[in-house]
């Protein structure tokens, strides 16, 4: 009977598992295109929006799912409470009290989910090499490249309109990628929301490039050590 239920378990949890990552792959479209629709607004009642509550509900069952499953639920609460966090979809729960934020807290809480999207997509990545230590090298690179993505996105809409330097969406993504590397572009955001989007970027570049460094360190000693003769060890 055990093992009956178990198997149940694993089952629905290869389930939301397989959904989860459907669904962040097609919220990072919709974000896409939603970002390049003519009519798109920051906060406003668009695509995203509207999807937005089923894709975090899916988000929170996964997460209460894994909880539930889980022999240790204390340790994965605190191991796991970010993915939580971040799967709540804040501007709809204060939208229905009539709470609508401005500037960077309403962009910010607009598109919050997102990064559970991108966790889900680290989280993948990380098994796609049978070698964890490349996995996880891998899982840190996605966070990275997808942080510099929904950066752009967002600096392009923040700075089109009031920003001459920023002619197109290529700018705002040449912009991000220099911002992420903490060279800094030779132009600068005007607006409350690209300056905000630019402290944010930078401090991403920072705890991430180090990490890689690190990781990349370790990849190479590594294969080094295998490629080195027995003898040579010995010795």
Not at 4 to 18: C, Q, Y
Request: hydrophobic content about 50%; charged content about 15%.
């Amino acid at each position: 009977m055990q093992g009956k239920d178990n198997s149940w378990k694993t089952l629905i949890g290869r389930v939301l598992e397989i959904l989860v990552l459907t669904v962040s792959l097609a919220l990072i479209v919709i974000i896409s295109i939603d970002a390049f629709a003519p009519e798109t607004r920051l906060s406003g009642h668009d695509f995203y929006r509207l999807v937005q509550l089923p894709f975090c509900l899916l988000f929170m069952a996964d997460f209460f799912f894994e909880l539930y499953r889980s022999t240790d639920r204390s340790r994965f609460f605190r191991h796991n409470f970010l993915i939580l966090f971040v799967s709540i979809p804040y501007s709809i729960i204060l939208g229905t009290f009539g709470i609508a934020p401005d500037g960077f807290g309403g962009i910010f809480l607009h598109y919050l989910p997102t990064l559970r999207a991108v966790l889900a997509m680290a989280y993948v990545t990380s098994f796609i090499s049978r070698d964890r230590l490349i996995g996880l090298f891998a899982s840190y690179a996605m966070i990275l490249l997808l942080s510099i993505y929904f950066a752009s996105l967002i600096f392009f809409l923040a700075e089109r309109h009031v920003n001459p330097a920023v002619t197109d969406y290529w700018t705002a993504l040449y912009w991000s990628i220099l911002q992420a590397t903490t060279l800094g572009a030779s132009f600068y955001a005007v607006t409350t929301v690209g300056k905000a989007v630019a402290m944010v970027i930078s401090v991403m570049g920072m705890l991430m490039f180090p990490l890689f460094t690190v990781y990349l360190t370790r990849i190479v000693k590594k294969y080094a050590a295998h490629d080195t003769p027995q003898s040579d060890k010995k010795s």
